[in-house]
Structure formats: C-alpha cells, structure tokens
C-alpha cells in the first residue's frame, strides 16, 4: 500500500487557518500579542534577507529569526547539501557506528576554533549550554557554576538557573546552585572563587539582553581567576558565534582569551536543521568520557544526525568560500556609524554600541518639556513601550521586521542575515530616520498607537 502526502496541497488548504490553529492548539499568548501590535502578517516565502507576501511586498529582515539565519534564508548551497543528503540514503543514527559527517564537520569547526580540540554536538542552543554545565562541574568536581547579570543562556532547567533575567526564572525554582556577578566586575568574581566551590562562569562576550559588550581585557582577566581556583571559562556563543560580531567568535576580539568551554548553535544550521555544538578541551572531553563504561554518559538522540551536519558543513563552506566575516565586519561598521551619527540629532535616541551585525539601539529620556510628558507616561505604564512603539511602523510603514532586545528594556537589538548588504542598510537607515522625525514631531500615528499600548499594558497589571 502506498502512502501519499502532499505537503503544499495541505498548505494551500489550511495554510490560511495559521493564527486560529495556532491559538487554538499551541501558545495562545503568541497569536494575541501579535495581534495586538500589529504583527499578524502572512509571509508567503523568503529569499536572503528579505520576506514577501502574498502581493509580492518585500520586507526587510533585520531580526533573522533571532540569529538562526545567519546566511539568510534558502541559501542555495546549504538547500543543495540538503537535497544531496537525502538522496543519499544514509544510515544514519544507528547509534553504533561512527558516520564521516559529523567527524568531518567537527574537524573543520575545530579548524576555526584554536586552543579547543573535541565536540560534542546536540540539538539546540541551551543544550549546548546544558552540555557546558554537566562537562564543567564533571571535571572539576565543583558544584557551583557563576553567570552574569541580565544573562541569557537558554530555558530548559540546566540553562535557566544560569539565567540573569528573573521574568524567565520565577516559578520554576528550585534550580541548579548557581550565582550571578555583574558583567565586567572582577571583584564580585573572585569573591565567590574563593569560596572554593565554583566551577565554572559561563558568559556571552556581547550580551544579547541589551546587547552589553563584556569591558575591555574582562574575559582574560576572568579567566585567569578562573584558572586559578581551577574553574574554567564558558563563552556562550550561541548568538555571537560565526561571524556575527565580526569575528569568527565574539571572544576572539580580545587577545589572549581561551576558554575552556565554547556553545554555538542558531547559525550553524543554515535556518534548516537544528543543531547545537560544545566545543571543549582536551583533557575535559576525556575526563567525562574516561572510560567505555562511560560512553553514553552524556548523549542526545538526534544529535549529530546527517541532515544537521550536511548543513553545518555547508554553512562553514558558505562562510569561508564567500568571505562573510569580512563582509559583516564592513557592513556592520557602516551600519553602526550611520546610526551613531543619528544620536545628535533626536533626543530620544540615547545610544548605539555593538560589534559587526549585532547592535543595540537605546533610547532614553528627552529634554524637551513635550517629549519628556509623553516618555514618561510611557514609562510610568510599562519600561520598554516606546522601543516597541518604533519597531511597529518599521514594520506597518516602511515593511521592516525589527523587535526589542528585551523585556522592559528600551532597547532595539538589530542581528539581521550576515548576508545584507549596503542597499539593505540605506533602506534601515531610511526608515529608522522617518520614525525617529514622527516620533519627534510629538504627534500622529506613533503616539496614538503608544496610547493602545499603554491601555493594554494596564489591563494586564
């Protein structure tokens, strides 16, 4: 008997019902909010960086899936590796037999990744995290693992206890011992090293919250603390990794740091295959693999399947084949400068700082008497309103697809496909400047959706 499914045929016959089978069987707070701000749009498809509707309307993506789209989306060579992986009909996860495409992708991350040796690859980002934590306080038989303020790391349990953000970690108590220490505090750091109970501190060298780079010299001063109460460095490179800071990873613009412990994911899936990484040292991998009792200590299911690894390798091929680390570090410099000069301009912009394709825009309190009434009746309903008051008519006016860094957080966080290129900054730039000139003009359609928002913001209070 044959068994037959047509995928678009499916899609064209309910691919309408998408946001009431959404409310109906999944998250039913997804589909509201997006109604209520205006975000209840239907893609049709997507190429690169760029979104189109059912009109053929083009929309700028300066999100990429919260970074999972590091090459954009259908990448042709990474959609090839794809097709060519399924045809080959692979034995794949038979789980006792060594398959080449995970050594081989590992052989060539390690080729970007000196003074690291072994990989271990899962499915996701907070597994990666997850995996860091386990192998940490397994070699070093400590307990204790510090995080940073305002850090995010992932929200299965391992990951959430080193979570900086309270909103995600209340109610799910109790987790993992854990501690957090300010970003960039030295000596907030080595008070609790020398409690003697720490394994490791995990950090992201540019926050994704707020979007806060690590000081100058803090990763290696850390991690020479670290090492000297035998704890070990953790750089969640999960969203910074490959290539979107401008360097391969986010911590390798600081000489002379190398951490123990390094998590990617998002990007190296090529947007198709969920994947995540740990890679590690030496002499960790083979104290938690210490013996064949020991195998299987630490494993996952899907974890170097052939579809995930294709992709990654063809990513990796992507990233050195079309230079993009070169490409983002001058995109990314003409993206930031063009928006720093707008800081003089509007008073409600307080800030732009960042690294290549992952930059922060803050804004802050005026110093006109109008403006400042309005920022703070903004302020008194709900922090972080008036940074989702400029990501709608992005999105509503000028078809840019934008979202805040964070909860109460008046902070845009831009990580567009490592693909845009200079035509895509003119068109953010364009459109940042019209929103920024109405919001200034302390009338029209911005506030008045500012007055929907502070409504709705009171009535869940």
């Known amino acids: 008997m044959t068994t037959e499914f047509d ?35 239907v893609y049709e498809r997507a190429e690169g960086a760029h979104f189109f509707d059912a009109d053929g309307n083009d929309y700028l993506d300066m999100l990429a899936g919260f970074g999972v789209m590091g090459l954009g989306r259908h990448h042709p060579v990474v959609r090839k590796a794809l097709h060519d992986v399924l045809d080959l009909d692979l034995a794949d996860l038979t789980r006792f037999d060594c398959q080449p495409l995970p050594g081989l992708l590992a052989e060539r991350l390690l080729a970007h990744s000196p003074h690291l040796d072994r990989v271990f690859f899962g499915n996701s980002g907070t597994e990666a995290v997850e995996t860091a934590l386990k192998f940490a306080r397994y070699a070093t038989g400590k307990p204790r ?4 303020d305002h850090a995010f790391h992932g929200l299965t349990t391992g990951s959430l206890s080193v979570n900086g953000e309270r909103g995600f970690r209340d109610g799910f108590a109790p987790l993992l011992p854990d501690t957090a220490v300010p970003l960039g505090d030295l000596d907030a750091l080595a008070r609790e090293l020398a409690k003697g109970d720490v394994a490791a501190l995990i950090v992201e060298p540019i926050q994704g919250k707020g ?22 460095l953790i750089a969640d490179e ?9 360097d391969f990873y986010a911590y390798q613009h600081e000489d002379g740091v190398e951490p123990d412990l390094v998590c990617v994911a998002k990007a190296l899936s090529g947007g198709y295959v969920p994947v995540g990484a740990t890679l590690g040292k030496e002499w960790i991998f083979k104290k938690v693999y210490s013996s064949m009792d020991r195998v299987l200590v630490h494993s996952a299911s899907f974890g170097s399947n052939a579809q ?16 993009i680390v070169a490409g983002v570090r001058r995109t990314g410099e003409l993206l930031k400068s063009r928006l720093t000069a707008l800081v003089d301009t509007y008073e409600l912009l307080a800030d732009v700082r960042g690294r290549g ?27 972080g309103l008036f940074a989702q008051m400029v990501v709608v008519p ?12 964070g909860d109460h957080l008046e902070v845009i966080k831009l990580i567009p496909p490592l693909v845009v290129d200079e035509a895509d900054v003119d068109r953010f730039v364009d459109a940042f400047t019209a929103v920024m000139d109405d919001a200034h003009s302390g009338g029209g359609l911005m506030w008045d959706f500012g007055k929907t928002l502070i409504k709705q913001a009171v009535a869940n209070r």
């Open 7 to 41: 995928l678009g045929a499916l899609l064209a016959e309910r691919g309408a019902e998408r946001y009431e089978l959404h409310a109906k069987h999944l998250n039913p707070q997804l589909p509201r909010m997006l109604h209520t701000i205006g975000f209840d749009k």
């Open 145 to 148: 693992v510090l995080y940073c």
């Open 211 to 232: 979007v806060h780079e690590a000081p100058p010299g803090y990763l290696r001063a850390a991690q020479e603390l670290l090492h000297r109460h035998k704890a070990l």
């Open 238 to 246: 999960v969203q910074t990794g490959l290539g979107r800071t401008g």
């Open 308 to 323: 995930a690894m294709a992709c990654g390798l063809a990513v990796l091929s992507v990233m050195e084949n079309e230079q």
């Open 357 to 383: 394709l992952m930059i922060g825009i803050e804004f802050g309190k005026p110093s006109s008497l109008k403006l400042r009434s309005r920022w703070a009746m903004l302020q008194a309903a709900r922090k």
């Open 394 to 405: 992005l999105l509503q006016k000028h078809r840019i697809l934008t979202q805040v860094s």
